[in-house]
T-cell receptor, first 114, second 114 residues
Framework: AQKVTQAQTEISVVEKEDVTLDCVYETRDTTYYLFWYKQPPSGELVFLIRRNSFDEQNEISGRYSWNFQKSTSSFNFTITASQVVDSAVYFCALESGATNKLIFGTGTLLAVQP | GAGVSQTPSNKVTEKGKYVELRCDPISGHTALYWYRQSLGQGPEFLIYFQGTGAADDSGLPNDRFFAVRPEGSVSTLKIQRTERGDSAVYLC????????????FGPGTRLTVL
């Protein structure tokens, strides 16, 4: 079975704190893709990153970084020096077995307080 | 360029009525996807099109749901005999092609069945 688990339902931090959002996935396929999307209060899902199963290199984009570890089936997302504009629901998603379907976790609501 | 657009943004209907939700993908994108997002949940796959044909409709919950994409661009999701349980945000996404190209989402249509 394919599954994505985001155990953190809600996280609240104060501006400028670093925060890590956890994502654990399950799949038996050897080829798969992992994604993170941001859903601000406006509701539109905004694509952040895609990573394939053969590339375990960590990635950094500005204040955002991602840590992919196949050994623990995790694809965690860290925001450094958080800002109020980072407040949103963040979804981790899996596409596996060339199904073309995204399987989403239940999301983590991040609230950044000024 | 223009992103994925969806109309209407909100739709309120009565139980038993028929509704149509429209999606206009990013120009040049051949793959189009429909997802449904219930409150507090991640999006769930409904159906996807490659060109004009529905390549996978395994996520449609029952035969009251149907989708078309007659010219390989705009798609319409049709729901017959709506039920209160159909209330959700219906999200559309498009990608350049299938084969795990990144899916870009529209703003969604919030459907409320009274």
């Amino acid at each position: 079975a394919q599954k994505v688990t985001q155990a953190q339902t809600e996280i609240s931090v104060v501006e400028k704190e670093d925060v890590t959002l956890d994502c654990v996935y399950e799949t038996r396929d050897t080829t798969y893709y992992l994604f993170w999307y941001k859903q601000p209060p406006s509701g539109e899902l905004v694509f952040l990153i895609r990573r394939n199963s053969f590339d375990e290199q960590n990635e950094i984009s500005g204040r955002y970084s991602w840590n992919f570890q196949k050994s623990t089936s995790s694809f965690n997302f860290t925001i450094t020096a958080s800002q109020v504009v980072d407040s949103a629901v963040y979804f981790c998603a899996l596409e596996s077995g060339a199904t073309n379907k995204l399987i989403f976790g239940t999301g983590t609501l991040l609230a950044v307080q000024p | 360029g223009a992103g994925v657009s969806q109309t209407p943004s909100n739709k309120v209907t009565e139980k038993g009525k028929y509704v149509e939700l429209r999606c206009d993908p990013i120009s040049g994108h051949t793959a189009l996807y429909w997802y449904r997002q219930s409150l507090g949940q991640g999006p769930e796959f409904l159906i996807y099109f490659q060109g004009t044909g529905a390549a996978d409709d395994s996520g449609l919950p029952n035969d009251r749901f149907f989708a078309v994409r007659p010219e390989g661009s705009v798609s319409t999701l049709k729901i017959q005999r709506t039920e209160r349980g159909d209330s959700a945000v219906y999200l559309c996404a498009s990608s350049l092609s299938t084969g795990t190209d990144t899916q870009y989402f529209g703003p969604g249509t919030r459907l409320t069945v009274l």
